[in-house]
């Protein structure tokens, strides 16, 4: 919501996973579709159906795992890991075309989208609603604040930064951070996708890394990380550069 | 370093140690703990992890939820079929 919206490239271009139904045409052994369930697995090719939002050329897409959860009759139910940007509808189609009689999906839910899970702070609209009720008419703000996560934990599965007081503001007026700002950090690679986090642990940018981490150690200057979305609002922290000017 | 940082990587179980190169203050005038932002605040910075009902698009969902919260932008992380 508003400022958490910006980290939603992050999310969307984080691995997935999702349990579907397929109903396949015809009876089936068990053993041929476990055999083609598993040529699934690994680097596919996958031309997106005619229903698509995006441009319907070929494309690679990586299945981490496919799992055959149950069956019942014709219906298969499987929990499939992936890329972004995977069309189950598309896997469930082709495995009916290698089974030789065809099969569709019939049911699709995603149970994965990067680091949020079903299984963590899962709400539904009801309880969203009921929360706010609370927080509008009763004054009470608990239920709210289960349900709102904030923005910080959308970077967990990438190597965070942390900076000093007087770096932040610069860096929300698209400064890069340099080496002197920096307090602590996770180790990353150059090029990595970086987190910039205060020390009270909020998020300031995300950005791209300059160097590797293992030289932060040695160097005293030049561009650690190359911020590529701003989170924090401007001027939430004091300015630390005109402070270093007078100095 | 606030112990938050720490709660983070263990929301999604991610391991990454931290290198400490120098202590370091924060003054508490400025900014917000993320677990103890006033709720007007948590509310622009924050993310639901929602169970969307079979039926209306995300991009609906995410509307009624702008609206509810009377809020600027809402966003979702993809749709699961395109149409």
Redesign the interface.
Known sequence: ?????K??SL??KAGKE?VCIMQVHCDYKMDELKEIVNQFIGEIYQRPPV????KRRTRKRRVYSIDILETEGRLVLMKIASE?GTYM?KICHDIGILLGCGAHMRE???TR????T?D??????HE??EA?YM?KHCKD?SD??R???????????I??V?I??DA?NAITYGATLNAPG??????FKKGENVAI??????IVAIGESNIN?NE??NVKKGIVVKPKRV??ERD???KGWKKNEKD | MYKFLEKIDYFCNYSNSWNILREAQTDDKYGFYPDKRPIEVLLRNAIINLDKPAGPTSHEVAYWVKKMFNLNKVGHGGTLEHV
């Open positions: 919501m508003e400022n958490a919206t980290l939603m999310i969307s999702y229903r698509s939002s995006v972004p509808r699709l839910r995603r989208s990067g680091i949020f079903e963590s702070n899962l709400v539904t609209l969203i609603s706010l927080y703000e709210l604040r349900i709102l996560l904030p923005m910080e934990f959308a970077v967990c599965g190597p965070k942390v000093d007081d932040v920096v307090v602590a950090f996770q180790n986090m205060t020390l009270k642990g909020e981490s932060l150690q989170l924090m939430v922290y004091p």
